[in-house]
């Protein structure tokens, strides 16, 4: 055998062994959550199941107890739905409007404002909570859905405004002259001639914004209210908070149900989320 | 006219000018500002000065926090970092399977950091996890309970948060590797080098700034260390894997004491200018460098 190709096998064989370990902890929570109470207490966490049962899905779903009420993980998935909807909306209209309003308009002072707030996103969260939680309740929007979605838009516009001043930025210059030319004024330019040509960016955004408001706990934690708790809140409560006997299977299943929501998102358009990735990360 | 239509664009972009001078800026200041006063509950005018940064760096809990976020930064920075461009480098080098590896690597960065610390306790826990499976295989003195071990506990959450991570940086560097130069590649043939010495001795210092980029990315993410833990060990066993974050949050719900809180925020603050600054700046001349 070559020099080179035995550096072929074992590049491949790293790769191979890498995979696995990366692989082995969603593994292990899948059969896990496929499990009996007692097969977990006696058995091997790597083993598959002996006896193959759906129970603690169904538990995890619709009675287990998380915190005062035991109805389950379903509750969490409805209010996380809630907040992800609109403040992933929100957050795109408003990144599309100051990314095309720095990108096209030079309005004077603008690129100082936009620093500003890309100097924002770098400020720890802890350091704005706490005046926060005043302003929200100045506003009466304190531990409501409106209130945790204006804060999810608020700290979300620092990199949808970068995702959408990168892609316009990018866009000739001609067409949105040739529709200055034709009169039209800032907002028909914007509708006619800017957003049409949008649907790729709007699609990075919307999964970046998805996944992240759904994978979001500090947020919710503080500004959703008891009724909306996100589905995050919901599962850490199940999990550490409970009293009694630790139910593996059922941790693991509700584990596996709140990743779901971002998991699904992440391997049927694996390909944009790379590419907001790239495009958010790499030209800031 | 013009002005007249200029005049939308300023409206448009007011949303902006608030969220960053406002909220941004303005929480900022009066965070600060709490952190000069003895508030408790609420914002008092009454100022201390320094008092509650003194009492900061005297309570056992503030140094654990600091000393955990350290160690933890350092080694999800330096591990991450490593890992993702080997990581990268192979998949770079073997042109296969691309798509598949990058999946793998890539779908814990989906997972929220709750979840990334509920899978980890599991497979850590002494009782039923990675020990057990390990000594019930017949190594019967198999030790893995760093999680339940005050000295160690933090490793786990680094490694936890590493597993979560480590795709994110192979990623950038896996974009940054497609933008360099394929003549390269031959230049390297004609001369002899060996392949792994092209991707350590000359696309290494290429990727310069894609590395600055990964490392912003992980440098902010490390400072918000605060999910994971609670998930994974709610700061325990006792307050041996206690984190800034964790701190301030106990201290303006649970504790109520919101001035030593916003001193503690401001520190944390202070300490990401501190880190941030040089990396921002070195990643700006490697563009103008890139740009000549």
């Known amino acids: 055998m070559s020099p080179r190709r035995a550096a072929r096998i074992g590049l491949y064989a790293f790769l191979a062994s890498a995979a696995l370990c990366f692989l082995l902890p969603l593994y292990v929570m899948l059969v896990t959550s496929f499990k009996s109470l007692d097969e977990i207490r006696l058995g091997n966490i790597f083993a598959l199941p002996g006896t193959f049962t759906l129970d603690a899905w169904r538990a995890a779903w619709s009675t287990v107890c998380t915190g005062v009420s035991c109805e389950g993980i379903r509750g969490g998935f409805s209010n996380s739905l809630l907040i992800a909807i609109p403040s992933t909306v929100f957050a795109i209209a408003f990144g599309a409007l100051n990314g095309y309003a720095l990108a096209f308009w030079r309005a004077r002072g603008a690129n100082v404002l936009f620093a500003l707030l890309m100097m ?75 957003l049409p040509m949008s649907p790729p960016i709007i699609v990075v955004a919307a999964i970046m914004q998805v996944t992240g ?4 706990y500090l947020l919710g934690l503080v500004f959703a209210g008891r009724d909306n708790l996100p589905m995050t809140v919901q599962l850490n409560n199940l999990v550490n908070t409970t009293t009694g006997t630790r139910l593996y299977n059922v941790d693991m299943a509700a584990t596996l149900l709140t990743a779901l929501v971002p998991l699904v998102l992440y ?15 790499l030209k800031g | 006219m013009v002005n007249f239509r200029r005049a939308r664009a300023y409206v448009a972009l007011l949303p902006m000018a608030i969220t960053a001078c406002v909220i941004y800026f303005g929480t900022t200041l009066w965070s600060l500002r709490v952190s000069f006063s003895s508030s408790r509950t609420f914002p008092t005018d009454n100022f201390v000065g320094l008092a509650q940064y003194a009492r900061l760096f005297t309570d056992d809990r503030w140094l654990v ?69 390990a000594r019930r295989l017949g190594f019967a003195d198999f030790q893995f309970d760093w999680i339940v071990d005050p000295d160690k506990v933090i490793y786990t959450v680094a490694i936890a948060a590493i597993w979560q991570s480590c795709g994110l940086v192979m990623v950038i560097l896996l974009a940054g590797l497609r933008g360099i130069d394929p003549d390269i590649w031959k230049a390297a043939r004609l001369d002899g080098i060996p392949a792994w010495r092209v991707y350590v001795s000359i696309v290494r210092p290429m990727l310069a700034h894609s590395f600055a980029t ?67 700046y070195l990643r700006r001349y490697s563009a103008r460098l890139a740009a000549r």
Request: overall charge neutral; glycine content about 8%.
């Open chain 1, 213 to 216: 408001v759904w994978n979001d």
């Open chain 1, 267 to 281: 391997f049927t358009a694996g390909r944009w989320f790379v590419r907001g990735i790239a495009t958010g990360a």
């Open chain 2, 214 to 280: 990964a490392t912003i990315l992980l440098l902010t993410a490390v400072v918000k260390l605060y999910d994971i833990v609670v998930a994974m060990t709610q700061g325990g066993p006792g307050t041996a894997s206690e984190v800034p974050a964790k701190y301030i949050m106990d201290h303006l719900f649970g504790r109520a004491n919101i001035a030593l809180a916003s001193a503690g925020s401001i520190v944390l603050l202070i300490t990401v200018g501190i880190l941030l600054a040089p990396i921002l």
């Open chain 1, 120 to 194: 924002g996103a770098f400020v720890p969260l802890q350091v704005m909570i706490y005046p926060l939680v005043r302003v929200t309740a100045m506003l009466h929007i304190f531990g409501t859905l409106s209130g945790i979605v204006l804060v999810h838009v608020i700290f979300s516009m620092p990199l949808m405004t970068l995702l959408f001043r990168n892609y316009y930025a990018a866009l000739p210059v001609e067409l949105f002259n040739a529709a200055r030319v034709d009169g039209a004024g800032f907002l028909r330019t914007f509708a006619h001639v800017v």
């Open chain 2, 65 to 133: 926090s600091l000393a955990n976020l350290a160690i933890y930064g350092t080694l999800v920075i330096v591990v991450c970092l490593v890992l993702g461009f080997l990581l990268a480098a192979l998949i770079d080098a073997q042109a296969r399977n691309e798509g598949a590896l990058r999946s793998v690597f890539l779908y814990p960065y989906a997972l929220s950091f709750v979840a990334t610390g509920i899978i980890w306790q599991w497979l850590l826990n002494p009782t039923n996890g990675i020990q057990e499976a």
